[in-house]
């Protein structure tokens, strides 16, 4: 299915995911809301009952990141006299690196600084953001940042509850773990706030949006295709015995014997012949055009004569077929919605941060491209 997400890749690269919580956040209306400045400082000591904080220990850095930096206490810019270093956005970027790297995504230098040039203007623009719900008295009270973080599921699932652990583990502090949730959930707060509200989504956009990307939500043709394989032989002798072979697997088939069987038995794909040749849901582009047009071409429940490709010559069958088809509006119009609002919301805060730079002083003191390891 030609399901592309371009738009929220870019979305996420530019706001981070704390945005889309922002959004969609499940809790209740009162801690949304920016609460009145302490009086003491955090954090403080638990409340009865409560398990203390872990003990600030460093381990071990973790796992070297996609991106290779140098220098970390850099400062790479200075907001209204506080620093923004290489370290911040080297951490504020390798999520989003790290999902790159899944994906087999291997970025060129001139790619590395364009990204790195778009996440730190996003730095600073939740840097602004949050300087001035600071100024305005903003916080997030120190309990709700302490449950937060203990109701993390990698905590629970992975270290079995021990936060003291996970805090080794990541080679960081419970005092910076402390600081960079308390910062995101200011964040989402404020967002919530000053944006979201001015973000609306009518039903004529979301159609219009379905209409314009119609390819986004068709469904192609496909088969559920099984396939007897055999490769292709230089000497005409082992040629011969080939097609010997072929021609003996497909009287079997005529006669009645189970596809999947006669697969297991006489296929020389290393990949399907234990699985009877199965080789699941295709569409066009999947086999080679020889074998796959004599595939398409065969009704549900039949199976073709000797199919000679370039590489291997196949004997197919048929299971189940899928006729191209369109997902109606119905079914996709709570994620064309989704992605609408969040690509509006994506523009509030821009516009947001454009209205705090305009009375902030912001400095570069090196450019990053000085700072990229090759």
């Given at each position: 299915?030609k399901?592309l997400?371009?738009e929220?890749?870019?979305i996420l690269e530019?706001?981070?995911?704390c945005v ?5 956040s ?5 801690q ?22 872990p003990?600030?220990?460093t381990a ?17 810019a ?5 620093a923004?270093t290489?370290?911040?956005l ?5 999520p989003l690196?790290?999902?790159y790297?899944?994906?087999?995504v291997?970025p060129?230098?001139r790619?590395?600084e364009?990204?790195l ?5 996003s730095?600073?623009d939740?840097?602004?953001?949050l300087?001035e719900g ?12 302490r449950?937060t973080?203990l109701?993390l599921?990698e905590v629970k699932?992975?270290f ?8 080794a583990a990541?080679g960081i502090t ?5 600081n960079?949730?308390?910062?995101e ?5 404020l967002?919530?706030e000053?944006a979201v509200p ?5 039903p004529a ?10 390819g986004?939500?068709t469904?192609?043709a496909?088969?559920?295709c099984f396939?007897i ?7 005409p002798?082992?040629a011969?015995a080939?097609l010997?072979k072929?021609r ?12 999947p069987d006669v697969?297991?038995?006489y ?13 699941a849901?295709i569409?066009p ?16 429940g039949q199976?073709?004569?000797?199919v000679?490709?370039?590489a291997a010559d ?7 077929k899928r006729e191209?088809?369109?997902l109606p509006?119905s079914?996709?119009w709570?994620e064309i919605?989704l ?8 523009a ?6 454009q209205?705090?730079?305009?009375k902030?002083?912001?400095t570069y ?7 990229l390891s090759?």
């Amino acid at each position: 299915m030609k399901r592309l997400r371009k738009e929220k890749s870019r979305i996420l690269e530019v706001i981070g995911l704390c945005v889309l919580c922002a959004i969609y956040s499940s809790a209740p209306a009162e801690q949304s809301q920016p609460s009145p400045p302490p009086k003491e400082e955090r954090p403080s000591t638990p409340r009865p009952g409560e398990a203390a904080p872990p003990a600030e220990e460093t381990a071990p850095p973790p796992e070297e990141p996609l991106l290779q930096l140098r220098s970390l206490d850099t400062v790479v810019a200075m907001v209204n006299g506080e620093a923004i270093t290489l370290g911040d956005l080297q951490r504020y970027s390798n999520p989003l690196l790290d999902l790159y790297r899944k994906r087999g995504v291997r970025p060129t230098a001139r790619e590395k600084e364009e990204f790195l040039k778009r996440q730190l203007e996003s730095l600073i623009d939740r840097k602004l953001i949050l300087m001035e719900g600071k100024e305005r008295g903003a916080r997030i009270e120190e309990w709700r940042v302490r449950e937060t973080i203990l109701a993390l599921r990698e905590v629970k699932d992975a270290f079995e509850g021990n936060l003291g652990k996970f805090l080794a583990a990541k080679g960081i502090t419970y005092r910076q773990l402390y600081n960079e949730f308390e910062e995101e959930m200011l964040l989402s707060a404020l967002i919530r706030e000053k944006a979201v509200p001015k973000v609306r989504v009518s039903p004529a956009e979301i159609q219009e949006y379905y209409q314009r990307n119609i390819g986004k939500y068709t469904e192609e043709a496909a088969i559920h295709c099984f396939a007897i394989t055999f490769m292709k032989r230089d000497n005409p002798e082992a040629a011969a015995a080939v097609l010997a072979k072929a021609r003996e697997a497909l009287e079997k088939i005529r006669q009645g014997a189970n596809f999947p069987d006669v697969a297991k038995t006489y296929s020389e794909d290393p990949v399907h012949a234990d699985k009877g040749g199965d080789w699941a849901w295709i569409t066009p582009e999947t086999l080679e055009k020889k074998a796959s047009d004599a595939a398409f071409a065969l009704k549900e429940g039949q199976h073709s004569g000797i199919v000679e490709g370039d590489a291997a010559d196949w004997i197919l069958w048929v299971k189940e077929k899928r006729e191209e088809s369109v997902l109606p509006l119905s079914a996709v119009w709570k994620e064309i919605e989704l992605e609408l609002r969040a690509e509006k919301l994506e523009a509030e805060i821009r516009r947001w941060g454009q209205r705090l730079r305009l009375k902030a002083a912001i400095t570069y003191p090196v450019p990053l491209s000085a700072l990229l390891s090759s």
